[in-house]
């Protein structure tokens, strides 16, 4: 069975420090990736998407950035965190146009 | 450009009440899919139902239906007989239907508590 894995599950990081959030996904090949945030108190949106090794969409521009290195492998980065990047990140995985399946979350907190 | 609207941002209700949960979209596709999702105060949101657009039926699964109608741009969630465990955020989410994956439109989510 697919499982996601995503770490870590908290991080509190001063503003201006770097960030890197990962997500892997077993038992499925080929996957459409994701990574979505959620502000306190809201709806989920969109930061990224990736549909292949190298193949990244950003949905609203902003302070962060993504990579996949690998085909299961995504990753969230920024080089200077801001106040406003405080949220949860979530990352999530479908196989083709299906229901997506999310991680446990990572909660940041900039400070 | 695609938006879903949940309107109800706090539901309170005694456990065994029926609650419904409003869902209503905007989307300029003529095919999309559709979904509820739950989000436990873990955080970690949970797959519950995909209806596709040309798809109007109804779905029950155990205390669980969906009432999905086009006419009226809607996908409202019942839960019957509610229990303390079903307290949550629920959110509802759009997708276009294609084959460059589920990017999902969420809405601002329900908070539902269900009360002993």
């Known amino acids: 069975s697919q499982t996601i894995h995503q770490w870590p599950a908290t991080?509190?990081?001063?503003v201006g420090s770097p960030l890197s959030l990962e997500c892997t996904v077993e038992g499925t090949s080929n996957p459409n990736l994701y990574w979505y945030r959620q502000a306190a108190g809201r709806g989920l949106q969109l930061l990224f998407y990736s549909i292949g090794i190298d193949q990244i969409s950003s949905e609203v521009p902003?302070?962060?950035?993504?990579?996949?290195?690998?085909?299961?492998?995504?990753?969230?980065?920024?080089k200077k965190l801001l106040l406003s990047d405080s949220g949860f990140y979530l990352?999530?995985?479908?196989?083709g146009a299906t229901e997506a399946f999310f991680g446990q979350g990572t909660r940041l907190t900039v400070v | 450009a695609q938006k879903v609207t949940q309107a109800q941002t706090e539901i309170s209700?005694?456990?065994?009440?029926?609650?419904?949960?409003?869902?209503?979209?905007e989307t300029r596709d003529t095919t999309y899919y559709l979904f509820w999702y739950k989000q436990p105060p873990s955080g970690e949101l949970v797959f519950l139902i995909r209806r596709n657009s040309f798809d109007e039926q109804n779905e029950i699964s155990g205390r669980y239906s969906w009432n999905f109608q086009k006419s009226t741009s809607s996908f409202n969630f019942t839960i019957t007989a509610s229990q303390v465990v079903d307290s949550a955020v629920y959110f509802c989410a759009l997708s276009p239907r294609g084959t460059s994956g589920s990017r999902l439109t969420f809405g601002e989510g329900t908070q539902l508590t269900v009360n002993p």
């Open chain 1, 11 to 14: 991080l509190v990081q001063p």
């Open chain 1, 62 to 78: 902003q302070n962060l950035s993504a990579s996949r290195p690998q085909d299961r492998q995504f990753i969230l980065s920024s």
């Open chain 1, 91 to 95: 990352c999530a995985w479908t196989f």
């Open chain 2, 13 to 25: 209700v005694v456990e065994k009440e029926d609650v419904t949960l409003d869902c209503v979209y």
